[in-house]
């Protein structure tokens, strides 16, 4: 392009204000951090969790992705840092769930007249979380893999069928279907590091987590926008953080850390388009400054 740095389809989708992502991040995201432009709270799930609980979580929100959390308690035996927010979750980061395989795991109640004795679904359920089976079902999988050929979310199959009381107190054991292997970054992370992984990999949903592995946050196209990281900026970050030198590199006040440890204690959550974004951000800097005090 000689006439710009962008192109005349860049330019029709910034006109438009159509969520894309630029091909590099902008010099304000090395400044930024994910926990400054994370969303929270995050509806999860559990390894282990009830129907009433999956469909509560599909009714609630249209995400299109839920992270899976453990089923035990986090530990927070070496710091006492994750109690001052209330948007941290309770659990360590297991994995991530898309809304099209809940859906399927739901469809499979009505996919057959006798799913309760011995179809998939009264194979896939348990009484008891204790009893669900590790392993998932093949049927099941081949289900799924129709469907998304023929572009089918499986979603007419269960949303007008009518679960009773018992059914919506069955266990499921979702570890079968989530991908244990999905991308995260840590809150204090470079914004420009998360924002390449995000836009390399191609991914809708990118979960943020903390120290403890737990999820505090999510990043999607509408977190790295440029209007939310020039309110993120303009919110957080004084006049002088946000000056660029000779060779166009950011002066980061991460070089200050009393004082900008003093500033990721004060802040407060933005609302953005309704969603809640940003706040306290706690750093390798808090954690040590918590230390330091104790002893």
């Known amino acids: 392009n000689m006439f710009g740095h962008e192109g005349v389809y860049e330019i029709g989708l910034r006109r438009k204000k159509l969520r894309f992502l630029d091909h590099e991040p902008s010099w304000m995201m090395d400044l930024c951090t994910a926990g400054d432009v994370m969303a929270h709270p995050v509806v999860t799930l559990r390894v282990v969790d009830t129907v009433g609980n999956i ?4 009714q609630c929100c249209r995400h299109n992705g839920f992270p899976v959390l453990s089923l035990e308690e986090p530990d927070h035996s070496g710091g006492d840092e994750a109690g001052s927010r209330g948007h941290a979750s309770t659990g360590r ?28 679904w009264g194979k896939m359920t348990a009484a008891r979380s204790y009893l669900v089976p590790l392993d998932g079902h ?31 107190s069955l266990y499921v054991n979702l570890g079968c279907f989530m991908n244990a292997a999905c991308y995260f970054v840590h809150e204090s992370c470079p914004l420009s590091r998360g924002y390449s992984l995000f836009r390399n990999m191609g991914l809708r949903h990118l979960p943020v987590i903390d120290v403890h592995n737990q999820v505090v946050g999510m990043l999607t196209r509408a977190n ?12 957080y970050y004084r006049d002088e953080d946000v000056r660029q030198q000779e060779f166009h590199e950011v002066r980061t006040p991460r070089l200050r850390g009393m004082e900008q ?3 990721q204690a004060r802040r407060e959550t933005l609302n953005i388009d309704g969603t809640d974004v940003g706040g306290i951000v706690l750093s390798w800097q808090s954690r040590l400054a918590g230390l330091l005090r104790r002893s």
């Open 55 to 58: 469909i509560k979580a599909l």
């Open 93 to 120: 980061l297991e994995g991530m769930i898309l809304r099209s395989q809940l859906r399927h795991i739901l469809s499979t109640r009505f996919a057959e007249p006798d799913s309760q004795l011995g179809g998939v």
């Open 138 to 168: 093949l049927a099941l999988y081949h289900a799924m893999s129709v469907k998304n050929r023929n572009h089918s979310s499986g979603s007419n199959d269960w949303e007008w069928g009518t679960f009773s009381p018992e059914e919506l």
């Open 224 to 235: 790295f926008a440029r209007s939310t990281v020039d309110r993120v900026v303009n919110a």
């Open 261 to 263: 440890l003093a500033r």
